[in-house]
């Protein structure tokens, strides 16, 4: 007979992973014992903060379920903020935990804690291993509702003498995936109507494209009706940025460029959008424009956010059969704007400043990468620079944690993405502070021979914090600390560590860091002065459409 944590690796075997994030503990001594029989690779991590946002990313590139596993108590805490990110970055990841003996739940004993209870408010679904006969159940469950849209987390808890106890003879059950129906003709040719009376149409999109692969089908609707697109945070790269009818990405707290597109249009087409990235009430202030919602979910409900016409199902295909009856415009008013855009994102290029400017930063990233390397942003006043100026030309291209917004994501997610996608160049853009939070993992990703670039911008400060106090009070309140030498930490490790001493030496830098074959901590000092610059220049704004 055999034991409940063989029939749980074999059904997760069942699922197709290939790995699992984790740290071992007490609790879970059966499963890390039976993963020595599988196939399934297991990846030690320093922190289970570190292994949740690896299991996170690598869901978000690939669509199917990352997974982690801790032990019970603070094993499990440590997982809940890596957690919560997917979930509402809408990533599919299954996160498992062990528990104390269900002989011992009902009472206060060591290290118990409800971790239903715990992960219930940051997952689709919650659950525990009760009885051995369920475990097919539940993991066939854990994956099918973490996968389907939207995607997020499915966490379950696994008593450990229903690990190490004796299990029926089952098998696990076969994967089906929840498919994704066709929209309603009717709402087809509604939407089609809309954008024919439309006088300026705009398409936003967001995540939902890029998680529904219909990258190609947005850009081939946006050619043929010849409507511009900006995309969200999280859809960069949805449209490449090179096209004509890209206007860059959206989501600033205040009033950037591309608002003046939201301004002028009539007709706002959100395909793939989802409203924790980005509130309505920022673009769409007196919720006069008619909403057209394209989504394989329906709208969530807001003020700013009335839909005249949801076309609820498979993005691709209300995207190719819209397309198909639609009227193509002839006229297309955001040429200038993408204009303006462009010429603000190359007016630095060539800039000699020191410490080196964002603008200065992104361009020479983007000349020292090829279109399908992988950048992953961290959170903070960089994320935003990176969302606003690094030219994406691909989908999942350009990382970036929207939803949930987590400081700490960028050097374990970079690992994540590096195992998905080990011949690309990966590269982590992070500022000191969130580095700090996970930079343990740079010992994981040496030891699983995962290269990365991580880049940081050094402040010495959490710099989106003294932004959003200078703006709101003018002047800065407990946001300052010292940092380690960078490249003696990296050596420590026995990574490699440069260090920007003048603007002409990042790109060069940059060029040896992608070919090193290591994992590469570049210390950059950074120019936030511009972060200022950047707010009064867009209060200031002059349309230029
Ligand atoms: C885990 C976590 N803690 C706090 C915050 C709030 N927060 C957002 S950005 C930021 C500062 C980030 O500083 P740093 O990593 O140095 O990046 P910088 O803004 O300087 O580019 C803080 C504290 C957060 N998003 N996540
Ligand atoms: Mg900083």
Redesign the pocket.
């Known amino acids: 007979m055999a034991k409940g944590s063989e029939l749980f690796v074999r059904c997760l075997e069942n699922e197709g992973i290939e790995r699992i994030f984790g740290i071992p503990g007490e609790e879970n001594i059966d499963v890390m014992d039976v993963l020595l029989d599988s196939k399934i690779q297991f990846i030690t991590t320093r922190h289970e903060q570190g292994a949740a946002f690896m299991a996170d990313v690598q869901g978000r590139l690939t669509g199917r379920a990352g997974v982690c596993l801790a032990t019970l108590g603070p094993g499990a805490t440590n997982l809940v903020?890596g957690v919560a990110d997917a979930n509402m970055d809408r990533a599919p990841v299954v996160a498992i935990a062990g528990q104390g003996a269900t002989t011992r739940l009902h009472k206060e004993s060591h290290q118990i804690l409800d971790l239903v209870d715990l992960f219930d408010p940051i997952s689709k679904y919650a659950t525990q291993i009760r009885e051995p006969e369920i475990i097919p159940e539940v993991v066939r469950k854990a994956f099918k509702l973490a996968e389907a849209e939207k995607p997020g987390v499915a966490f379950i808890d696994f008593p450990e003498n229903i690990a190490s106890g004796d299990a029926p003879d089952k098998a696990p059950l076969k994967v089906q995936r929840a498919e994704i129906p066709t929209p309603p003709q009717k709402k087809i040719r509604q939407a089609a109507d809309i954008i024919n009376d439309a006088r300026f149409p705009l398409i936003m999109a967001g995540n939902g494209v890029i998680r529904a692969r219909a990258a190609e089908q947005l850009t081939l609707f946006a050619e043929r009706l010849n409507i511009p697109i900006a995309t969200t945070f999280m859809a960069k790269g949805a449209i490449p940025f090179s096209h004509p009818l890209s206007l860059g990405a959206v989501g600033l707290q205040a009033a950037d460029y591309i608002s003046c597109g939201f301004d002028r249009a009539d007709v706002i087409l959100c395909i793939g959008y989802d409203l924790v990235e980005y509130h309505p009430h920022l673009w769409h202030k007196d919720a006069s424009r008619k909403i057209v919602h394209i989504d394989a979910s329906p709208a969530e409900v807001d003020e700013h956010y009335i839909v005249e016409c949801g076309v609820v199902g498979d993005i691709r295909a209300a995207l190719s059969a819209i397309a198909e009856i639609a009227k193509p415009r002839e006229e297309y008013l955001a040429a200038s704007l993408r204009q303006t855009i462009l010429q603000e994102m190359e007016a630095h290029a060539e800039d000699q400043g020191f410490p080196v400017k964002p603008q200065k930063i992104l361009w020479d990233l983007r000349q020292a990468l090829r279109p399908e390397d992988i950048v992953i942003s961290?959170?903070?006043?960089?994320?935003m620079w990176m969302a606003r100026m690094y030219q994406a030309e691909r989908p999942n291209t350009c990382i970036i944690s929207n939803g949930f917004?987590?400081?700490?994501i960028g050097v374990p997610g970079a690992i994540g993405a590096k195992l998905v996608h080990p011949e690309r160049t990966v590269v982590t853009v992070?500022?000191?502070?969130?580095?700090l939070?996970n930079s343990q993992e740079i010992e994981t990703a040496l030891r699983i021979g995962t290269s990365i670039v991580v880049l940081i911008?050094t402040?010495s400060?959490?710099?989106?914090?003294r932004w959003h106090q200078l703006k709101h009070f003018g002047r800065p309140s407990h946001i300052g600390f010292n940092n380690p030498d960078f490249v003696k930490y990296a050596e420590s490790f026995g990574a490699k560590g440069y260090r920007v001493e003048g603007a002409a030496d990042l790109l060069p830098i940059l060029r040896h860091a992608v070919r090193d074959d290591t994992v590469v901590l570049i210390d950059c000092p950074?120019d936030?002065r511009e972060n200022m610059k950047l707010t009064e220049k867009l209060g200031e704004l002059v349309c230029p459409i």
């Open positions: 903020t961290d959170v903070g006043a960089h994320k917004s987590s400081m700490g992070t500022g000191d502070a969130g580095f939070m911008w402040d400060e959490y710099g989106l914090i950074v936030y």
